[in-house]
Every structure is written in C-alpha cells, then in structure tokens.
C-alpha cells in the first residue's frame, strides 16, 4: 500500500513538474514588419532580451497581416505579431504580452496605437504616457495597461 501511494506521489509531482515547465516557456511570436523599419526591429530585440523567441516575416505589405488579424486604423501600428492565438499591434511591452498569455482573456489580442515614445523599440529620452489596450472580439477596446 504504501509503495501505491508512493509511485502515485511521484507520477503527480512528475506531472505537476512537466506542468510547470510548459508553462514557463513562452511561444514564439510571429513579427509581420517592414524590412526597412528600425523601431519594429528594436521592438523584436525587446521581446529576445525578455526571452521571447521571435520570428521576423519581413514584408511589402504590412497592412495586410494587420487587416487578416481585424486591427482598426485606429489600433495601428508599424507592425503586427502573432502569439498564440492573440493578435499583438504595435509596440506592447513584453510583461503585458506575458500578462496576457498568463490571464488568457477571451480577446483578439493587445495594441499600442501609433508609435509613443517611450514603447519598447521607441526608446527615446524623454517618454511619454501611453496605454496598452485589449481588443475584444467584436473589436472594441479597452484599457489594459499604462506606462
């Protein structure tokens, strides 16, 4: 009895173990960019230098991806990922991409509007506000985030 209840032990904690690692590893994040857009490829080594394994679609079109993923011209931005099933526009910090993926919310995904200086990839002296928003199914928005 106590060997059952011994090899059961290890088989959970096995399992919470392998649990655990697979959630520690984040998936990669498809970058649809410019080929010629320095901010986008600053914004990709933000996202290596937190970890994130990134794989850059250099593109002539970048509005297409953008209207694919059902961004709005008032959620662009110079370039649109792809995470998991979320759609990430413009310049989203890597800890709210995380956030996200941890709180699962039922949303198309996260933009950053524009290019605010200050965003990850727009690193600039003098920063300024902005704000992260959730965009929902239906496309609507709503606050996420601020920096």
Same mark, same amino acid.
């Given at each position: ?31 649809? @960019? !410019? ?10 080594? *933000?996202?290596?230098?937190? +970890?994130?394994? %990134? ?10 991806? @953008? !209207? ?10 110079? *370039?649109?990922?792809?995470? +998991?099933?979320? %759609? ?60």
């Amino acid at each position: 009895m106590i060997r059952c209840n011994r090899h059961a032990l290890v088989l959970l904690l096995g399992a919470a173990y392998m649990s655990t690692a697979a959630l520690a590893e984040d998936p990669t994040i498809s970058v649809y @960019k !410019s080929p010629t857009c320095t901010c986008c490829g600053k914004w990709i080594a *933000h996202l290596q230098q937190e +970890g994130f394994e %990134v794989d850059a679609i250099d593109t002539s079109n970048p509005g297409m991806a @953008k !209207s694919m993923a059902g961004i709005s011209a008032e959620q662009a931005s110079c *370039h649109t990922a792809r995470v +998991g099933d979320y %759609v990430i526009e413009g310049h989203v910090p890597a800890q709210d991409i995380r956030r996200l993926l941890t709180e699962h919310p039922d949303a198309r995904g996260l933009a950053v509007p524009g290019m605010p200086l200050g965003a990850p990839g727009m690193d600039l002296p003098s920063p300024q506000h902005y704000q992260v928003l959730l965009i929902g199914k239906d496309g609507s928005t709503s606050l996420f985030a601020e920096h």
